[in-house]
């Protein structure tokens, strides 16, 4: 098993930025990749950016591109959302997840693990 836990969220203006972070702990050396989820009210969840866990390779949804970075901190056991250019669009609870599997990157389903979640709010 694996625990994910998200912290960082907040309330920031348009142009802002914020740092998620989900710190993973449990079978940690079992993963393959994690990724960053977000849902806005009355909508689906969608995905945000992916990152393999062992050898860095990075994917972003288009609308999120170049604004946000996803990083990792192995020493921590701990996966970052660095999110600039903020925008009232971006505004949701956003998740972490994480998977053993090398199946998939995008489709919230093939994820086996999630976080509680961490509300972003975007002000205009």
């Known amino acids: 098993q694996v625990q994910l836990v998200e912290s960082g969220g907040g309330l920031a203006q348009a142009g802002g930025s914020l740092r998620l972070s989900c710190a993973a702990s449990?079978?940690?050396?079992?993963?393959?990749?994690m990724g960053w989820f977000r849902q806005a009210p009355g909508k689906e969840r969608e995905f945000v950016a992916f990152?393999?866990?062992?050898?860095?390779?990075?994917y972003y949804a288009d609308s999120v591109k170049g604004r946000f970075t996803i990083s990792r901190d192995n020493a921590k056991n701990t996966v970052y959302l660095q999110m600039n250019g903020l925008k009232p669009e971006d505004t949701a609870v956003y998740y972490c997840?994480?998977?053993?599997?090398?199946?998939?990157?995008?489709?919230?389903?093939?994820?086996?693990?999630w976080g509680q979640g961490t509300q972003v709010t975007v002000s205009s």
């Open positions: 997840a994480a998977d053993p599997r090398a199946r998939g990157a995008v489709s919230a389903s093939v994820y086996d693990y």
């Open positions: 449990g079978r940690t050396n079992s993963l393959y990749k």
């Open positions: 990152m393999t866990w062992s050898v860095i390779n990075t």
